[in-house]
């Protein structure tokens, strides 16, 4: 207690100095009440001028945790993701909706957030914007470098106005350096910085991963960087500005990889697929309707493998009696035990290895993941009821807490759908002054 009040202080001290008394704020660090259901981040305000994906997933992550999210779009066409489709969620009959639905990209990554349809290419757009950052605890946008700064939106204007915001920076190569004005796109990232190159068959092509996965690591050491400079804010009352990009994040996962590199010296190994340099049999096998992954990662495991696949005198075999034997025998070991995997089902080898301590894992399509037995004992899909849509299926927030739920509390949002309650309850508007906004394009 004695804490919060000092920081309260502080703040109060520090806000009072800064702008006006009707734009002021007090940020302190909102308590944590376990038992009835608080979540960690309520009572926090995010201004989300992001789009796409990087940025969207992690605004997605703090209104899961609580937060309230105002999601800044473009007044006509909204997140460019709102057009991405197909599939869309068709309207439902009798919505005011026009056209195919909402998008699925876009539903994937902006429930727990409310629609603000504004241009800040006026004046007026760029004065709500304003009001609205010396209301809010953390600001994220994902622009390039320095275009922000035209419009008065930029981390150096707003701290003027908002000491304590927390403003987050998404960009594809950071606010420094010699790629810095590039235009950053997950696919050219994972290409550039060394994703790509280890990732595809053993003598195949460099392929992409399936998902965009640099945007998506951005928006999660994004997330938990916001969250620490909450932490330290509590501690001095100032907030920070976060500098995160799609390079430096692809970089800082490619982990161990890039740690053999950095310790040897040398060039990386390359592609393996889904197979490991250095263990063997480790990787995918063909069966007879698709394919199943086994991890023989020590000697012991090795040996369950054999005696399932009814091969037990390999245990023996001075070609693959240890793992480095294995390694070295690698095309021909892999090769025979692909003729056997061969001649049965998926299926079948799940039960032959059920209970026996071996990892082994049938690798599954999307469809079949989200229906998987598991992923419903882990509610990892949920349904929620959509205003225009109906109810909509969703990937549930992954991480369980003891004592607190993050919830899929609002579905969302269709483009402008808060626009009113944003303008009028932060901002201070009218009905009649948000009617002449919308009369000149300025919000929708």
Not at 82 to 90: H, K, L, T, V
Not at 246 to 269: M, P, R, V
Not at 383 to 402: A, D, L, R, T
């Given at each position: 207690?004695?804490?919060?009040?000092?920081?309260?202080?502080?703040?109060?001290?520090?806000?009072?100095?800064?702008?006006?008394?009707?734009?002021?704020?007090?940020?302190?660090?909102?308590?944590?009440?376990?038992?009835?259901?608080?979540?960690?981040?309520?009572?926090?305000?995010?201004?989300?001028?992001?789009?796409?994906?990087?940025?969207?997933?992690?605004?997605?992550?703090?209104?899961?945790?609580?937060?309230?999210?105002?999601?800044?779009?473009?007044?006509?066409?909204?997140?460019?993701?709102?057009?991405?489709?197909?599939?869309?969620?068709?309207y439902?009959?009798?919505?005011?909706?026009?056209?195919?639905?909402?998008?699925?990209?876009?539903?994937?990554?902006?429930?727990?957030?409310?629609?603000?349809?504004?241009?800040?290419?006026?004046?007026?757009?760029?004065?709500?914007?304003?009001?609205?950052?010396?209301?809010?605890?953390?600001?994220?946008?994902?622009?390039?470098p320095?275009?922000?700064?035209?419009?008065?939106?930029?981390?150096?204007?707003?701290?003027?106005?908002?000491?304590?915001?927390?403003?987050?920076?998404?960009?594809?190569?950071?606010?420094?350096?010699?790629?810095?004005?590039?235009?950053?796109?997950?696919v050219?990232?994972?290409?550039?910085?060394?994703?790509?190159?280890?990732?595809?068959n053993?003598?195949?092509?460099?392929?992409?991963?399936?998902?965009?996965?640099?945007?998506?690591?951005?928006?999660?050491?994004?997330?938990?960087?916001?969250?620490?400079?909450?932490?330290?804010?509590?501690?001095t009352?100032?907030?920070?500005?976060?500098?995160?990009?799609?390079?430096?994040?692809?970089?800082?996962?490619?982990?161990?990889?890039?740690?053999?590199?950095?310790?040897?010296?040398?060039?990386?190994?390359?592609?393996?697929?889904?197979?490991?340099?250095?263990?063997?049999?480790?990787?995918?096998?063909?069966?007879?309707?698709?394919?199943?992954?086994?991890?023989?990662?020590n000697?012991?495991l090795?040996?369950?493998?054999?005696?399932?696949?009814?091969?037990?005198?390999?245990?023996?075999?001075?070609?693959?009696?240890?793992?480095?034997?294995?390694?070295?025998?690698?095309?021909?070991?892999?090769?025979?035990?692909?003729?056997?995997?061969?001649?049965?089902?998926?299926?079948?080898?799940?039960?032959?290895?059920e209970?026996?301590g071996?990892?082994?894992?049938?690798?599954?399509?999307?469809?079949?993941?989200?229906?998987?037995?598991?992923?419903?004992?882990?509610?990892?899909?949920?349904?929620?009821?959509?205003?225009?849509?109906?109810?909509?299926?969703?990937?549930?927030?992954?991480?369980k807490?003891?004592?607190?739920?993050?919830?899929?509390?609002?579905?969302?949002?269709?483009?402008?759908?808060?626009?009113?309650?944003?303008?009028?309850?932060?901002?201070?508007?009218?009905?009649?002054?948000?009617?002449?906004?919308?009369?000149?394009?300025?919000?929708?």
């Amino acid at each position: 207690m004695m804490r919060r009040s000092l920081f309260k202080a502080i703040c109060a001290s520090a806000l009072s100095r800064s702008f006006p008394a009707t734009t002021r704020r007090c940020f302190a660090s909102s308590p944590v009440r376990f038992a009835d259901g608080t979540l960690p981040l309520e009572g926090y305000r995010v201004l989300d001028m992001t789009r796409v994906l990087a940025g969207p997933y992690c605004t997605q992550i703090l209104g899961d945790l609580g937060a309230e999210v105002i999601k800044i779009e473009h007044p006509v066409r909204g997140d460019d993701t709102r057009a991405w489709g197909p599939p869309y969620a068709s309207y439902k009959s009798g919505s005011s909706m026009e056209g195919p639905g909402e998008s699925a990209y876009f539903l994937g990554v902006n429930r727990n957030k409310k629609s603000l349809a504004l241009s800040f290419q006026d004046p007026a757009g760029v004065e709500i914007l304003q009001k609205l950052a010396a209301k809010c605890d953390i600001l994220v946008e994902n622009y390039i470098p320095g275009s922000l700064k035209k419009y008065g939106l930029d981390y150096e204007t707003l701290r003027q106005i908002n000491p304590a915001l927390i403003y987050a920076s998404i960009t594809g190569y950071g606010q420094t350096g010699p790629y810095s004005k590039r235009a950053g796109y997950d696919v050219m990232v994972e290409a550039e910085f060394g994703l790509m190159h280890i990732t595809g068959n053993r003598d195949g092509p460099p392929v992409k991963v399936g998902v965009a996965v640099t945007d998506l690591t951005t928006g999660l050491y994004t997330s938990n960087s916001i969250m620490a400079a909450l932490l330290a804010r509590a501690k001095t009352g100032r907030g920070q500005w976060i500098d995160a990009c799609l390079s430096d994040c692809q970089t800082a996962t490619l982990a161990n990889i890039a740690s053999s590199s950095l310790i040897s010296g040398k060039k990386d190994s390359g592609r393996w697929g889904t197979a490991h340099p250095s263990i063997v049999p480790y990787k995918a096998f063909e069966t007879k309707d698709g394919d199943i992954l086994f991890g023989g990662g020590n000697d012991r495991l090795f040996g369950i493998l054999c005696d399932g696949l009814g091969r037990p005198e390999w245990k023996d075999d001075p070609k693959y009696k240890i793992n480095a034997q294995r390694v070295a025998n690698r095309v021909e070991l892999e090769a025979e035990i692909e003729k056997i995997t061969k001649t049965k089902t998926t299926q079948e080898w799940l039960d032959v290895f059920e209970g026996k301590g071996l990892p082994y894992a049938a690798i599954n399509d999307i469809l079949t993941t989200l229906t998987h037995e598991h992923t419903l004992a882990r509610n990892m899909v949920v349904e929620v009821e959509h205003e225009e849509c109906g109810p909509i299926k969703m990937v549930n927030s992954p991480v369980k807490y003891s004592e607190t739920t993050p919830t899929i509390r609002s579905p969302p949002p269709t483009l402008g759908q808060h626009t009113d309650e944003v303008l009028r309850d932060h901002v201070g508007l009218s009905d009649e002054q948000i009617r002449q906004l919308r009369e000149k394009g300025v919000v929708r």
